[in-house]
């Protein structure tokens, strides 16, 4: 199987191989027969440097190592021949700890395997080498011990995971945004460096390798309650379209990829992304990559029934008001960074669309966000941890010249209380806790 092919692939929990790493390697081995000691992080490095230098003019080696065994077996023959020129001698479990990390920044992602392979682990960011840090589902980030070597062992593996996802960092510039699968996980890949920085920058979205149910979202630590799932469901059923806001790291594109699960079979949906990161409900179109805006007319060319864009950004704005102004447009749910206020997000989608439409009348851009987002969901991120903030229709005012919203659902005294909005839509969700 080719490398990239077992980057990409789902672990195999029986080989107990691809495993999380260890948090740490022992310190300093002593010697033998008056040589100098050595902590274990020298001899791994050594180790790596032995294997890269004896491959770099055989590229026939490597491409001959058809499985990770046969992968892991080059680097403990290296790490036999380090270890025996200074007649060091280990512990099996410290050595096989040894060859383990050397295997996975040689051939796997490094530090980065044990939050690849970690269920919980959401997102993951590199500001630096020794800089890192995972957040679990539900928790403020942490650090990850052990980080990056240094900025050459974080480009190595920065451009093992561009790799993953169709690109290098030659190719991919100052900036970069793909979606990959990274150990069975899709992920969105975001990164920043020179000349643009002084370094780089890396942040991975972690997504499960299949689509999340709407139900699955509401078990602990729950990114909605069992109500909102309820109330989402309805307006679905009800052909309406919603928008989804929140700021970075709010659970939006979680939210958009089970929706979009809940669509029915013959809905017709498409779905439009920036990364190819969400989990993809079956029989749904897909369009990910490039130019965003090309890809939502492409999409809206095949008559959806529904159109799922995650994110809608500036850079859109003709791509967006072609839709929102189409008669025959189809329902939508799209991602929007972000505050639910109706004033700011009059602002921010006023500001988005006059950049194509600088004259467009304020009553009409009005009425055409009522018209295709009717209801809005807003998501946040208290301490670190995405929950839903509120559901409430969006209306335009009395005046059609601004958006008000009404309550559909929110946290109230200790509880999630349907608002006055639920009134007289065409929804009728369970009155539950």
């Known amino acids: 199987m080719p490398l990239l092919d077992r980057l990409s692939a789902t672990p195999d929990d029986d080989s107990g191989q691809d495993q999380p790493p260890p948090q740490d390697l022992s310190p300093i081995i002593p010697g033998r027969s008056g040589r100098p000691g050595y902590s274990l992080e020298a001899l791994r490095e050594r180790i790596e440097r032995e294997l890269i230098e004896e491959t770099a003019n055989r590229p026939d080696i490597l491409n001959d190592l058809a499985t990770e065994a046969e992968q892991r077996d080059l680097v403990r023959e290296v790490a036999d021949y380090v270890l025996g020129q200074d007649a060091i001698r280990l512990d099996h479990p410290v050595k ?124 602990e630590p729950a990114l909605i309650p069992p109500l909102a799932a309820d109330v989402l469901r309805a307006i679905l059923a009800a052909g309406r379209g919603l928008l989804i806001v929140g700021d970075a790291g709010t659970g939006k594109t979680t939210l958009a990829g089970a929706l979009a699960a809940a669509l029915p079979a013959q809905s017709r949906a498409a779905i439009v992304e920036r990364a190819a990161e969400m989990p993809l409900p079956s029989g749904a179109a897909h369009h990910a990559g490039g130019d965003f805006g090309a890809a939502l007319r492409a999409a809206v060319g095949e008559s959806p029934g529904w159109l799922v864009a ?77 929950q839903l903030g509120e559901i409430a229709a969006l209306r335009a005012a009395a005046s059609g010249e601004s958006l008000a919203l009404e309550s559909l659902l929110s946290w109230q005294d200790g509880a999630w209380t349907l608002g006055p909005g639920a009134a007289g839509l065409p929804l009728e969700p369970p009155s539950g806790p």
Not at 155 to 179: K, N, W
Request: hydrophobic share 45%; aromatic share 6%; net charge negative.
């Open 96 to 219: 096989a700890d040894l060859i383990d990390r050397a295997y996975r920044n040689l051939f796997s992602f490094g530090p980065l395997d044990g939050c690849l392979l970690d269920p919980d682990v959401i997102e993951v960011t590199a500001t630096a080498p020794h800089t890192v840090h995972a957040r679990r589902r539900g928790e403020k980030p942490e650090p990850v011990q052990p980080a990056f070597d240094d900025v050459y062992h974080l480009e190595s593996i920065l451009d093992r995971l561009l790799a993953a996802g169709g690109t290098d960092l030659a190719q991919a510039g100052p900036f970069a945004e793909v979606g990959a699968v990274l150990k069975g996980r899709r992920a969105r890949i975001s990164f920043a460096g020179p000349p643009v920085s002084t370094g780089y920058s890396l942040a991975l979205r972690l997504h499960p390798a299949h689509a999340l149910a709407l139900d699955d979202l509401t078990a």
């Open 310 to 386: 995650d994110e809608i950004r500036g850079d859109d704005s003709a791509a967006l008001w072609d839709i929102l102004s189409r008669d025959d447009a189809p329902r939508l749910i799209a991602v929007f960074r972000g505050t639910h206020r109706p004033d700011r997000l009059l602002s921010a989608l006023s500001m988005l669309i006059r950049k194509e439409r600088p004259a467009l009348d304020q009553r009409e851009l009005v009425a055409a966000l009522a018209r295709h987002f009717p209801f809005v969901v807003a998501l946040k991120a208290p301490s670190g941890a995405p």
